[in-house]
């Protein structure tokens, strides 16, 4: 890891490091801290980001997000918590690079006017009474939030801030009431309904 220099780690454990961070806010001592599973983080990037540059890119991102991250979280075991952190950025952006997808689509195929066929208009009718129709199959707790989200564009804090639920479950309810509106949708006894 020659593209970092090497930062003395002391005598201190890996607790007694995040402690001192966390009562000085002392960059030093994460740099210390960071030094001791530098290698760790850079051997994790790479077999999820298979690239050498993109994999030194997110140790140095990694390490620019710790302080921030150390100071909301109470880690225990920092190698363990590190490394998860390091698998989940590397997931994170591999998933907003697969986003990125780029399509060229030929300009003389495509209508110029939503309305040139009256069959659009009534397939949206057809997929709003079914959207009606899933989302009152929901559990109360995915509607509420999935109305707040999709519906009323509140974010995350917002919701959690209105319903009194944790941000972890705001986000595990939006995800699965998702999933469970497009099972629905998709659905051939749904299909009827329209």
């Known amino acids: ?16 490091l995040v402690s001192a961070y966390k009562r000085s806010g002392n960059i030093n001592v994460v740099g210390d801290l960071y030094q001791r599973y530098m290698d760790l ?12 540059e993109n994999a030194q890119d997110s140790v140095i991102a990694i390490f620019e997000e710790l302080p921030g991250k150390l100071q909301k979280h109470e880690v225990e075991n920092f190698k363990a918590w590190l490394y998860t952190l390091s698998k989940n950025h ?5 998933r907003s690079e697969k986003r990125q997808i780029v399509v060229n689509v030929d300009v003389e195929l495509m209508q110029s006017e939503e309305n040139v066929h009256l069959n659009g208009e009534l397939d949206k009718e057809e997929n709003f009474k079914k959207l009606d129709y899933c989302l009152g199959q929901l559990q109360e707790e995915q ?4 109305e707040l989200f999709y519906l009323q564009g509140k974010c995350y804090n917002e919701i959690a801030e209105l319903t009194g639920m944790e941000w972890n479950t705001v ?13 629905c949708m998709d659905s051939p006894k749904t299909q009827l309904i329209a």
């Open 143 to 146: 509607k509420k939030v999935v």
């Open 1 to 16: 890891m020659a593209f970092l220099k090497n930062i003395s780690s002391g005598k201190l454990t890996d607790a007694e």
């Open 41 to 52: 983080v850079y051997g994790v990037c790479l077999k999820y980001l298979k690239n050498p």
């Open 90 to 94: 590397c997931l994170m952006r591999l």
């Open 171 to 183: 986000r595990s309810s939006i995800q699965n009431g998702r999933r469970n509106l497009k099972l």
